[in-house]
């Protein structure tokens, strides 16, 4: 122990935890006060250059109309995207609203247009007459792109943007080649479609039959991100044109493609795993522009819409962090959503959320919404109360190109300004993409049900690459023929790959490489121990012991604080009495030692929600942190007070886990209960992520749990869902009842050649019982995890005629009843791992008890919660394989209930003490007795 196992990142930066705090600058949302105002500024240059002789009445005429020009210009600015030509099917009527127009800033009247303005440098002119600000202006803001920007308070972001979009020679301009490179994409994007269509007529792929300039756009974010500096960029989408984005922009084979859509598996046979439909998965790539490659990254999703989200950014963040990146230049997150899904769904904006919080900010996400203008049956005037499917991105500022998806030169245009902005500015910024939807929500689907006049529009319109295609040649740019020769080159190419595809075998699942080498499935059976030996040199304890318990001179802690390091400084000095926090601290501090990063993160979780933890001391006389654990190293220790969040954050601890398999990675709920709220990255991440999308993950979910009469909110971490989801070897479920236990489960979970997801139910009253400590001597040496304890005043096996079992803390209020009872034929055994269930360990223990009569399960839960279920048949079927007499468990506990607890005191009280005494074969009144007196 101590020493650096051989995968040990010897070049791992170490990062100060305040190093990694990327994310918005708050200054940078202050508005700078000029001296004299924009439009001040122009009026006095107005008056400045009247022409001699001028009267009074006439400068004054000009000061006015630069005034008002300045605020045509300005309304241009917050409101022109309302006029922007945005509908490629024209259905979405769009007044020009009157604030756009001369006549409502004033310039009315006979030669009101074509007198001459100063403009004093705005939009690059010095003066123009109305008429021709008005043009410029429709062409800046009233075009094919729509940009909102005017919500954002940073002033330098806001004249980026306008840079871009603003002034008399502002034009999207590409080169002849750019050109038809666009249209070359166009092209393979839509025979892509129309080839699947044709081959697997009836197949359910989600087309991208109107939405084809997203592929060419994607195209620019690769390029020109490699350009401004992305090495790597991890895509999270759904199912809208993800065979599209898999085969022209991440370039899977497209013979792998075909061999799917023909049955075959996308990973070889021997590999196991139940699969996933081909429009859910990953895949990676390595893409290649004028000699700079990047990664590419597509992350597999479930079919729930943008869950994928928080999974995409935390594995973001985990690459950002590895590389020391701290800005988030070098790795980019990009996520495409439908119309219908970014509006609403919540977790997208959990997700905006992280973008300026320090730990979560991965420096810009770079968000496409593919705004076919229709969720699958619902219009949009009934799937969302804003204007824009956007709108949501505003809570962070973020700006908003609209686009017309009929040009794909605008779109591509929108995310060549949306890579650079991110690139300089490090935030999120959204391309709303106007298209429609060609066929139905799938091709199977008959869309003029419910939208007829929609579908009227969009058979008889023309196809983008058609479109373009006449533009181009009416440019020169190519000539006529060009098209037909594109498009007939590309099916052939296609034909040899569907040839291709029929012998096609995939040779290898990607699992276990990069940052996963080294590391596999488990070899031993689910039922073998499994166990590795976790116990630390007592030395190494006391080095860190140190750490923990050493105040700097420079840090004023809270004197209650003090108290609390202090009787830490104790347990290491005696080797006795460690609590919960102090062995969890431990546990991480040698993980550390030994190379493994540790990332706990939760509500409140640097000091811990029960005040237990202290991770973070705050000084008293100017807040400023310390961090012990961040003083041990090598390795990075990080604690995060996570947003208030719980399917974001799991999302993004999960997708931490993914990326990075050498960090300890630990999501804490504030109390288990809230966990539900994130239940679809449990059931469908954590759960099922392995068997779907071979992806493997070691992260930990910290879960308060107990019934201490706190009512229904605060008791239960319903351990029965997480067990009711155990199969296959997916996950693994525990319930600690001492410290060193948690100390081992945490050190195991790194200290094995595999990795598997690990739910704790962790406790709340335990953390400070007296008889749930641990001694030095538990954590040392050849200790480890045990998945079952013993009771430690159990009688001699062959006098056990009663055996209850139970897991969590009930056991210590077992254990006081039947000992104030005096009790000695009952023995109290805890199951510590619930999943994979320690059935073999079990039956070895009762086949000692010679003299067993009843076995019992004991729990707080109701009978339809908690653990019964799981353990019921697990037990039985040991106790058939045994020489035991009983063949079944008996149930002690809460009997079924609706709600998880009650949210009175007394009753609680009642209940438990009824429960106990049932559990031990006691009279519930005498335990009732005992507790009242
Ligand atoms: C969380 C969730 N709820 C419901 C569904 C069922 N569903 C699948 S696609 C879809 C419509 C999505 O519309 P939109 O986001 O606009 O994307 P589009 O299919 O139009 O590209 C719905 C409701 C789902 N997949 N996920």
């Known amino acids: 122990m101590g020493e650096r196992p051989s995968w040990a990142r010897d070049n791992w930066p170490l990062i100060e935890l305040d190093d990694l705090n990327a994310g918005l600058d708050p ?20 008056r400045e250059s009247a022409p001699a002789g001028a009267s009074e009445a006439e400068i004054e005429r000009a000061a006015q109309d630069s005034i008002c020009a300045m605020m045509l210009i300005r309304t241009y600015r917050v409101r022109g995207h309302l006029a922007s030509d945005l509908d490629p099917l024209g259905l979405v009527q769009r007044e020009m609203p009157a604030d756009l127009t001369p006549e409502y800033h004033g310039f009315t009247g006979e ?5 001459p303005v100063w403009l004093g440098g705005a939009l690059g002119l010095e003066k123009a007459t109305v008429r021709e600000i008005v043009a410029i202006l429709r062409r800046n803001y009233c075009g094919k792109v729509g940009l909102e920007y005017m919500h954002i308070n940073d002033l330098e972001e806001r004249r980026f943007l306008q840079d871009r979009m603003e002034g008399k020679d502002a034009a999207i301009v590409f080169t002849p080649e750019g050109k038809q490179s666009i249209l070359t994409k166009v092209v393979q994007a839509e025979q892509w479609e129309k080839f ?4 697997y007529v009836g197949t359910k792929r989600f087309g991208l039959d109107g939405g084809e300039a997203m592929v060419p756009a994607l195209e620019a974010v690769i390029k020109y991100g490699g350009q401004y500096g992305v090495t790597s960029m991890v895509f999270g989408m759904a199912h809208r044109g993800r065979l599209n984005v898999l085969a022209n922009v991440m370039a899977k084979p497209y013979r792998a493609i075909f061999s799917e859509f023909a049955g075959g598996s996308a990973n070889p046979e021997d590999v196991g795993g139940s699969g996933d439909v081909k429009y859910h998965l990953g895949t990676s790539s390595d893409r290649e522009f004028d000699g ?30 590895a590389r020391g990146d ?16 970014f509006a609403g769904q919540g977790i997208v904006a959990e997700c905006l959320g992280f973008s300026g919080i320090p730990g979560y900010a991965t420096g810009g996400c770079l968000h496409f919404i593919i705004n ?53 500015f490090n935030r999120d910024i959204v391309i709303d993409m106007w298209c429609y939807r060609r066929f139905g929500h799938n091709e199977g689907d008959e869309p003029s049900f419910t939208q007829p006049l929609m579908y009227q529009e969009i058979r008889k319109h023309r196809p983008i690459s058609e479109i373009y295609a006449e533009r181009l040649v009416g440019e020169g740019v190519v000539e006529k023929g060009w098209l037909d020769g594109q498009v007939a080159d590309f099916t052939t190419l296609l034909e040899g790959e569907f040839e291709a595809a029929k012998s096609y075998l995939p040779n290898k699942a990607d699992w276990f490489e990069g940052a996963w080498s080294g ?24 080095e860190i012991g140190v750490v923990l318990t050493t105040v700097p001179a420079a840090v004023a802690v809270h004197k209650t604080l003090t108290r609390i390091i202090d009787a830490r400084r104790a347990m290491f000095e005696s080797g006795t009495g460690f609590d919960w926090a102090t062995a969890e601290a431990l546990a991480f501090g040698t993980l550390l030692r030994e190379g493994h990063p540790v990332r706990l993160s939760g509500q409140d979780s640097g000091r811990g929600t029960f005040s237990q933890r202290h991770s973070v001391w705050v000084d008293q006389t100017n807040g400023a942190k310390y961090i012990p654990l961040t003083k041990v190293g090598p390795a990075r220790f990080e604690v995060r007070d996570s947003p ?103 050190r195991r979970q790194m200290n094995r050649d595999f990795r598997k997801p690990l739910i704790i139910m962790t406790p709340k009253s335990l953390l400070r019982h007296k008889a749930a400590v641990s001694s030095l001597a538990d954590f040392t040496g050849e200790s480890h995890f045990k998945r079952i304890l013993s009771d430690p005043n159990a009688p001699a096996d062959a006098d056990v005629r009663r055996l209850v079992l139970c897991s969590g803390k009930l056991a210590y209020e077992l254990f006081e009843a039947r000992d104030a009872a005096g009790d000695r034929n009952t023995a109290i055994v805890r199951i510590e791992q619930l999943y994979p269930f320690p059935g073999e360990a079990f039956l070895a223990r009762i086949e000692r008890m010679t003299a067993l009569e009843a076995v019992v399960w004991a729990q707080e839960e109701p009978q339809n919660q908690g653990y019964w279920a799981h353990v019921e048949p697990r037990i039985e079927r040991r106790l058939r394989e045994s020489a035991a007499s009983p063949k079944r468990p008996i149930y002690a506990g809460r009997p079924a209930a609706a709600s998880p607890a009650t949210g009175l005191a007394k009753r609680h009280a009642t209940e438990q003490a009824a429960l106990i005494a049932d559990a031990l074969g006691h009279s519930s009144a005498t335990t009732a007795q005992r507790k009242a007196s």
């Open 372 to 424: 076919n203008q229709v969720g699958f049956t619902t219009s949009p005037q009934f799937a969302r109360s804003s204007p824009y499917p956007s709108d949501v991105a505003k809570l962070v500022q973020a700006p908003i190109l609209h686009v017309n998806g009929d040009d794909p030169e605008a779109v591509t245009f929108a995310c060549k300004l949306a890579i650079e902005y991110r690139q300089e």
């Open 326 to 341: 701290i800005e988030g230049d070098t790795v980019l997150p990009v996520l495409l959503h439908g119309d219908a899904a």
């Open 519 to 542: 590391l596999g499935r488990p070899d031993e059976a689910i039922t073998e121990r499994r166990n590795v030996t976790t116990g630390i040199e007592p030395a190494m304890a006391k």
């Open 196 to 199: 699947l269509a044709k081959k």
């Open 644 to 746: 208030l969040s719980e399917f974001g954050v799991l999302g993004f601890e999960y997708g931490w886990s993914t990326a990075d398999p050498q960090t300890l990675v630990l999501w804490e709920a504030q109390f288990g209960d809230f966990a539900n709220g994130a239940q679809v990255i449990i059931d469908q991440f954590i759960a099922a992520g392995e068997a779907k999308w071979l992806r493997a993950s070691g992260l930990v979910l910290l879960l308060p749990h107990g019934y201490e009469g706190q009512g229904p909110e605060h008791s239960s971490a319903r351990p029965e869902r997480f067990l009711q989801l155990c199969a296959e070897d997916n996950i693994q479920v525990a319930n600690c009842t001492t410290p060193a236990n948690y100390f081992h489960i945490l």
């Open 111 to 115: 030669g009101a247009l074509d007198r």
């Open 292 to 321: 700079i490659s990047v990664h590419l990254s597509l992350v597999p999703n479930p079919s729930h819409l943008e869950a994928v989200d928080p999974v995409v950014l935390g594995k973001v963040k985990a690459q950002q962090v």
């Open 27 to 46: 200054t940078r949302m202050a508005i700078e006060k000029p001296a004299l105002s924009e439009v001040e500024g122009v009026a006095a240059k107005a």
